[in-house]
């Protein structure tokens, strides 16, 4: 393990905000997490993965304890799937170029997320028609106050649109160190996502390959969203709202074309980003931060904005649509 006071952790996350903390520590193992946790009773503890769904508004007081626990194991194996065993400290796009290397299917259409394995459950990441939830089968977790070892199940997870009980009700209360998966070795490809069947019939592809779904989602995620490597990120900052029909049906009035998603006989998902650029948002700067151009759902750090700045504009962006749509959008990422 190793020790860091008074760091910056501009590194640290995607949205680049220069933020500092008063002590870090990395570790790379679930028995120095164990020996962390034990030094520094009841202090209060921010578990960093990549940093690729936060947004630090203010210095950080707690203790920070960057998860880099790594590690990709086959531990089961038989004709039709295999059952892989990941590290949470692994990157999560390497951890699905790995599995499309092997030729194991199934988080494809997930190629390019920012952040880490560990991170994904927590709040089911999803791209593309599918989520983390479809191949997951169980997670082991550290609980931070006592430090015991946790498994949890699908079904302990409470999965749910960029939802888990980590979000939820255990929100701050476990590590998690390590993430089981089971993927496909023929696996029924998801191509159902319209970007993804307007792109594989422009290259021909009648019968793509896993590879060919990872390649197509590589490029339609890096013709619209930032890579956060050049421009400060934190993917979509909004969940798509989720609405009755009868607000569906009274916006309609004004706007006829707003797009909508069925999500079972009451309800239907809106996307956030359409909301957004209905208001004139999309494109809109201010000093260093502001709405990224390609996409209306995305904020974005050009350089040195900080994160209270960023926080204050999504407020804005929040009223506005309130104000026209009668919707409160909910921050996807987390605000610290
Ligand atoms: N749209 C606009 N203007 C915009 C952007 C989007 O009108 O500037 C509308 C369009 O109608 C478009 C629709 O929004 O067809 C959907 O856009 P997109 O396919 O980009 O998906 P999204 O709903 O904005 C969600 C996820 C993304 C994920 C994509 C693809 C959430 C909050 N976001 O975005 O996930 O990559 O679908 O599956 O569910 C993330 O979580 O950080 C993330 C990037």
């Known amino acids: 393990m190793e020790r860091f006071s008074n760091i910056s952790l501009k590194p640290y996350n995607t949205f680049s905000i220069d933020t500092i903390a008063r002590e870090m520590y990395s570790f790379s193992e679930e028995k120095d997490l164990i020996e962390l946790l034990e030094m520094h009773p009841k202090q209060p503890v921010l578990i960093l993965g990549g940093g690729s769904n936060l947004l630090f508004t203010k210095p950080v007081d707690q203790l920070v304890l960057k998860n880099e626990i790594k590690g990709t194991q086959v531990i089961e194996e038989d004709e039709e799937s295999v059952i892989v065993k990941v590290g949470a400290g692994e990157n999560w796009h390497q951890f699905v170029s790995w599995a499309v290397e092997q030729g194991f299917g199934g988080i494809e259409n997930m190629a390019l997320i920012p952040g880490t394995v560990g991170a994904a459950p927590m709040q089911n990441i999803g791209a593309y028609g599918v989520e983390l939830k479809d191949t997951f089968v169980e997670l082991e977790a550290i609980q931070l106050d006592n430090q015991h070892v946790h498994r949890f199940d699908h079904k302990k997870c409470h999965f749910g649109y960029r939802y888990s009980i980590f979000k939820g009700p255990l929100k701050g209360e476990y590590c998690i160190t390590r993430v089981v998966f089971k993927l496909k070795k023929n696996n029924k490809l998801n191509t159902s996502y319209g970007a993804i069947l307007t792109e594989l019939q422009k290259r021909d592809l009648v019968h793509p390959t896993i590879r060919d779904i990872y390649e197509t ?8 969203l930032p ?21 569906l049906t009274k916006i309609k009035q004004d706007y006829p074309k707003i797009p909508h998603y069925p999500m079972d006989l009451d309800r239907v998902k809106i996307p956030a980003g359409w909301l957004i650029e209905q208001k004139g948002w999309k494109g809109y700067r201010r000093d260093d931060i502001g709405v990224y151009p390609q996409h209306a759902l995305v904020l974005v750090n050009w350089g040195n904005g900080s994160g209270a700045a960023i926080w204050k504009l999504a407020q804005e962006i929040q009223s506005s649509v309130a104000d026209t749509f009668g919707i409160e959008l909910e921050p996807e990422v987390n605000i610290l």
């Open 217 to 224: 989602v590589i490029d339609i995620r890096k013709s619209k």
């Open 227 to 247: 890579d956060p490597q050049k421009i400060g990120n934190g993917g979509s900052f909004f969940k798509n709202p989720i609405v009755d029909i009868a607000t």
